[in-house]
């Protein structure tokens, strides 16, 4: 018992300990970030959208949850056919959202709960409504060369085509005509979003800019989203004409599809990281300046060896936090306890030494963890997320295992979805599912909204599956959630080293310690029993006790187990400390 107590107060006085060893960490680097989808979070006004005054009326949610900074998807004046990645306006808050003094309140109750807030921006296009794009489209002398202009082909019937055989993100030619320049402009995404013209100094210095404004207006950071599609391959190395990607030649691929091409041309550019690391600089100049750090996300499905460069490279900064997209992309159904050691040792071994590490499972791009693989593994996902070295990033709902939700084609609002003109297959691309409103609680638009409806349906199940009846039950996903957000204050989860091992093709397991306190997360992904012996680990013997447990466990806190045979059931999940 003594014991005990003595190995509490180690772990929750956690300064006297760090300081003796010289561990010093700053507000980022070991944080848990909240990722916000703003229109589908809480709605204040009733219109059905979520917005700015409603994501302030929650805050303290996140602070009960023991989160430490939010992102939020953008919130800029856009016309909304990409939600938010089509920005109209950089330096403006979208009217539906609220105003920039909401905004300002946002920011000023954050501060007094001690939550960071980041932005997410879009620095790859803007909306084709934007001033800018107008003014470009129309030759203005300043911004004619702000977008991806080039002529495209007449043929000796007067059949006009496409610059070259670029392909969108979103399907169909990545190229869309514009009369009153007889040009076609290039759109990486959806035709309402024009790529910047990354060749034109004029272009990043406002690019610069609208990050400067929005530091000085308070914000801890930036999420720069699709940032390997910044650049365009250099025309002029090429006789002045863009040149075809080649075919990939996937097997069922359309030429309209995305994977149809090898985007050899217009993604993972060399000249990104060094765009990066200009980037950075902004960034550095004011936290040197208010001795405050302000961090830098990167967003860009990659390689792996792409994507850890966002790092920075020599004495080139990069990002604070290049985004791991591993347990993401990686992982599926199919995946067991190998597959799950696999991707996560490489991204520790491919990144930088002593560079942070960053766990995600879900953004409003993905689908969720419970529908992706089970809900029965939303708490060992979790465990991943939370208790892995280095930072945390959870996606809205995650914490509570929200599932996917049902949207028909006839309520789709996704461009990717709509794009497909697919009344059946859409469902494959479509990223509602993902976006349905956040599930407070069981009443009227699960207590999202008091509108009619909601701008997407709620997901089917929320009478069920909400966080009032998580809040007021003992064992759920959110309790869950809670005790590892507490338990990774502990120096052995902040600080401690790491170790893994798949004990068998269905049982996870890793270990963290910091001088004598250590920890073993063990989970069964498998769906049978299992019996494990923990004692593969080096110095873990004898007894552990449970300090966390999946809701599917029977397992409660300060349940002890051995260390030589432990029973596992299928999905069961385990935090477990070394008894000393
Ligand atoms: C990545 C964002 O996450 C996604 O939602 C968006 O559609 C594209 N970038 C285009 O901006
Ligand atoms: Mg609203």
Redesign the pocket.
């Given at each position: 018992m003594l014991q005990f107590l003595v190995l509490g107060a180690v772990a929750t006085v956690i300064s006297g300990r760090y300081e003796n060893v010289n561990v010093k960490q700053d507000w980022w680097e070991t944080a848990v970030f909240y990722q916000i989808y703003p229109r589908s979070f809480m709605d204040s006004d009733g219109d059905g959208v979520g917005d700015i005054n409603g994501i302030t009326s929650r805050l303290e949610y996140l602070k009960e949850l023991g989160v430490e900074a939010t992102w939020l998807s953008p919130i800029f004046k856009s016309p909304m056919h990409?939600f938010g990645?089509d920005i109209s306006d950089y330096y403006s808050i979208q009217p539906e959202y609220g105003s920039m003094e909401d905004f300002e309140q946002l920011l000023k109750k954050a501060g007094e709960l001690n939550i960071k807030v980041i932005l997410d921006f879009?620095p790859?296009?803007s909306s084709n409504e934007s001033e800018w794009f107008v003014k470009s489209a129309s030759k203005d002398e300043y911004y004619s060369d702000w977008y991806i202009w080039e002529n495209g082909h007449l043929d000796s019937t007067g059949h006009r085509s496409p610059p070259n055989n670029w392909i969108s993100?979103f399907r169909k030619s990545a190229w869309t005509y514009v009369a009153s320049r007889d040009q076609y402009y290039l759109h990486q995404?959806g035709e309402s979003?024009p790529d910047f013209n990354y060749r034109n100094p004029v272009v990043v210095e406002e690019m610069k800019n609208v990050i400067k404004f929005w530091l000085e207006k308070g914000v801890a950071g930036m999420k720069l989203?699709?940032f390997n599609h910044i650049y365009e391959v250099d025309k002029d190395s090429y006789g002045g004409r863009y040149p075809n990607e080649p075919m990939t030649g996937k097997p069922g691929l359309k030429p309209e599809d995305y994977g149809y091409l090898e985007h050899i041309y217009t993604k993972d550019q060399e000249e990104t990281y060094d765009m990066v690391s200009q980037f950075r600089d902004v960034f550095d100049a004011i936290t040197i300046r208010d001795n405050l750090t302000r961090i830098m996300m990167t967003?860009a499905s990659t390689t792996i060896k792409n994507a850890v460069r966002y790092y920075g490279e020599g004495t080139h900064s990069g990002a604070h936090i290049p985004f791991n997209f591993g347990l993401i992309e990686d992982l599926d159904k199919d995946s067991d306890a190998r597959d799950m050691k696999y991707t996560i040792d490489r991204w520790l071994t491919y990144k930088p030494l002593r560079k942070q590490a960053n766990w995600m499972t879900g953004?409003?791009?993905t689908s969720r963890v419970a529908s992706r693989f089970r809900s029965e593994l939303v708490d060992a996902f979790n465990m991943l997320v939370l208790l892995l070295p280095g930072i945390a990033v959870t996606y809205m709902g995650e914490e509570i295992g929200m599932t996917n939700g049902f949207v028909p084609w006839s309520e789709t609002k996704d461009p990717?979805a709509c794009n497909t003109d697919d009344p059946v297959n859409f469902i494959e691309v479509s990223?509602d599912p993902v976006r349905t409103p956040f599930q407070w609680s069981n009443g009227k638009n699960a207590g999202f909204s008091h509108a009619d409806s909601s701008w997407l349906p709620v997901a089917e199940g929320f009478e069920h599956l909400n966080l009032a009846a998580q809040r007021s039950s003992i064992r759920s996903h959110y309790q869950v959630y809670r005790t590892l957000t507490n338990l990774r204050m502990r120096p052995a989860f902040k600080y401690g080293r790491y170790e893994s091992l798949a004990l068998n093709n269905d049982v996870f397991a890793f270990k963290r310690w910091y001088n004598d306190d250590t920890y073993v997360v063990v989970m069964n992904v498998g769906r049978t029993y299992h019996v494990v012996n923990l004692t593969a680990f080096d110095l873990i013997f004898g007894q552990l006790e449970v300090e966390a447990s999946s809701v599917v466990s029977s397992r409660t806190y300060s349940d002890n187990v051995q260390a030589n045979y432990l029973d596992l059931a299928a999905d069961e999940a385990l935090v477990l400390r070394m008894q000393v």
């Open positions: 990409d990645y879009v790859n296009h993100v995404f979003q989203n699709s967003e953004n409003h791009d990717q990223r």
